[in-house]
């Protein structure tokens, strides 16, 4: 089992930039997918961005692409999301997610562990 704990959310400008950490617990971080999923009031949870197991492939939304990054450092067990060009349309809770299989997935349903989310709201 892994805990995640996201962190970095806060309040920017359009146009501004922030980074998201998500931490994880235990000895196998290496083992999960990781994504990064976002849901804003009254919409559904949906895909940002996921990294493979080794960090070699990367998944965009296509909302995202060119403008957010997503990385990881296994030594430290911890996923990034750098996020460039921010929009109002970006605001929403952010959330990091692991699953324990190779292959990266883009529905929430196929991802085992959740983070509690950050906030990022961006202003126009």
């Known amino acids: 089992q892994v805990q995640l704990v996201e962190s970095g959310g806060g309040l920017v400008q359009a146009g501004g930039s922030l980074r998201l950490s998500c931490a994880a617990s235990g000895r196998t971080f290496s083992l999960y997918a990781m994504a990064w999923f976002r849901q804003a009031p009254g919409k559904e949870r949906e895909f940002v961005g996921a990294?493979?197991?080794?960090?070699?492939?990367?998944y965009y939304a296509d909302s995202v692409k060119g403008r957010f990054t997503i990385s990881r450092n296994n030594a430290v067990n911890t996923v990034y999301l750098q996020m460039n060009s921010l929009k109002p349309e970006d605001t929403a809770v952010y959330y990091c997610?692991?699953?324990?299989?190779?292959?990266?997935?883009?529905?929430?349903?196929?991802?085992?562990?959740w983070g509690q989310g950050t906030q990022v709201t961006v202003s126009s």
């Open positions: 990294i493979s197991r080794s960090g070699s492939s990367t």
């Open positions: 997610a692991a699953r324990n299989l190779p292959a990266i997935a883009t529905t929430p349903g196929n991802y085992d562990y």
